[in-house]
């Protein structure tokens, strides 16, 4: 077999051995360590995400895509079903996001529940939550895909229901269940009619036969489950209710993995619906339905977790609108963007929750720019890159999502929901970060607000790293499947940015409207400029003075003493060496394994020139 | 890269990375060494037959002699470790550091 091929299928391979092992490692009757959570499924985790770089790095290197039949499980005269692993474009970029996002995830549970006696069963449900997904994407024939889709669903239902204490909890566990089964109806029903018309389960069979069948009963199938799982409009409730999980559960399953599976599938099966113009336009305005309908409701919420899952639920209709433009490179492309910044929004609203002694009304949030820092920077970034703020990762797939519905000769009614809902997007976004940061405190003095665990810290960074940089990494390195349409009209380019700077400005408008008062009655102002002296000695008098001492508190205070002489003068030379002079100092141990560290760098570097 | 190379290879390297990663026993390195000359002996053996040259028939009887040698070494070393420090976990050496 061929080395790059051996070495990408038998990496994706480890890549499920490495996330099995923990949970085979469950099975011993010895209790758990109370790290077990920590140490385990985290670093299991983590090794699986750069174990999922090589053949990252090998698919946009070589386009290398690999299908791996592994097992005949069963086989009749006519019918056969295997084990059949596929690599192509889809799961190889997928996985090493959803590992990424997972382990910034897990890190981020390991302080969120760790005062949880059940904190290990947790880690593990998400564990097996996140090999269900890979098992969903990896997926070569429909019986695997409906595993991966079943998997996912009952832990779903798991983990929402974690505190079943409440019963809030239990109906929205119940709610998920209900509304998903409706969709798996429409799942059978496809996969039925596959099996008995096309004769097979396997991909590669499916597009093969497409142009000499009549495939509309199969993609409403596949449509109405996609409803189901991604929370179209008339299956959608699940989804808000769903916020009753922890915020990891939350972060994980109903922002960036589990609510995309419904459009992966779609995106997977997109060359059946290629040519089928009516599935496209169901799933055109179904789309635009439901990403206006969700933002509208996301307007006036007051939960911060229910302004975040609304907004999901509207980046899932914008999804789903791509594929009814059929292009299901851009709804993929969106689906590992939205990933990031999502994950992280909903990380800053568990940090945020935490910190204010679990509330989570925004309405009790105010002025925690000051003091959580980190935390609202992470949540600016996260609504920027949200609402598609130019050249982060949410702009490369928005824009272009909405640049194809501009330039595509489908609904316009479909665009202009579609442009509406943008216009929407930077309107709440900006509610949350107006209640939650800007303003004054609204919640009770006694909080244990820090940002001191680096437990919480680290995945915000990275989450926040990868909503800077993900849409540009993935847009740079990987060609699309279908060429964009490069030349429009001035405003239909500018059509997105146009609608979030004017819904950013009226969101603007509409919150400083809360701290003012109307006056009941209009005071004239015609004799104002001459009763004041033309304003000449009020601005004069009290402007340049104040320019001048504040100017001069600036370069005093923040330029000499803050800058100069702490940061970059000779606390800075302390600040560098210290670590550097302690991590030495460390080394230098005379420990035996530094030495085999020191050969095995050694090595490394003679094997990589070498070779 | 054939096959045959490719899993020498990297169970080579494996056995390598195990040796130098290893945790708490010395016990643990000498064995992944002893992996190390296996892989070894069994390449040169397969090379020898691969090309069909009488000249390195030897080669793997010599191979086996000298990692003999090493793995008493090994062994001596570990016995003496057990000997003054009672274990042959690695922290033991560095227990009264600061």
Redesign the interface.
Known sequence: ?H?TT?ILSSSLLTVFLILTLPILGTLNPNPTKSQWAKENVKTAVKTAFFVSLIPLFIFINEGLEVIMTNWEWMNTLMFNINISLKFDLYSVVFTPVALYVTWSILEFASWYMHNDPNMNRFFKYLLIFLIAMIILVTANNMFQLFIGWEGVGIMSFLLIGWWSGRADANTAALQAVAYNRVGDIGLILAMAWMAVNLNSWEMQQLFSLTASHDLTLPLLGLVLAATGKSAQFGLHPWLPSAMEGPTPVSALLHSSTMVVAGIFLLVRLSPMMENNPLVLSICLCLGALTTVFTATCALTQNDIKKIIAFSTSSQLGLMMVTIGLNQPYLAFLHICTHAFFKAMLFLCSGSIIHSLNDEQDIGKMGGLHQLLPLTSSCLTIGSLALTGTPFLAGFFSKDAIIEALSTSYLNAWALVLTLLATSFTAIYSLRVVFFVSMGHPRFNSLSPINENNPSVMNPLKRLAWGSILAGLLITTNITPMKPLVMTMPLTLKLAALTVTITGLLTALELASLTSQQFKTKPLPTTHHFSNMLGYFPSVIHRLIPKANLVLGQLVANQTIDQTWLEKTGPKMMTSINLPLISSTSNLQ?????TY??M??FT?ILAILTLV | ?T?TH?AFSSSYFMS??G???YRKHLLSALLCLEAMMLILFISLCLWGLILASTVFSAGPMILLAFSACEASAGLALLVAMARTHGTDR?KN??LL?C
């Open positions: 077999m080395f051996m141990q005379g420990v035996i394994k085999f560290l050969f095995f090595m | 890269m096959l490719y390598f990375l040796l130098i990663f690695l050496l560095s550091r």
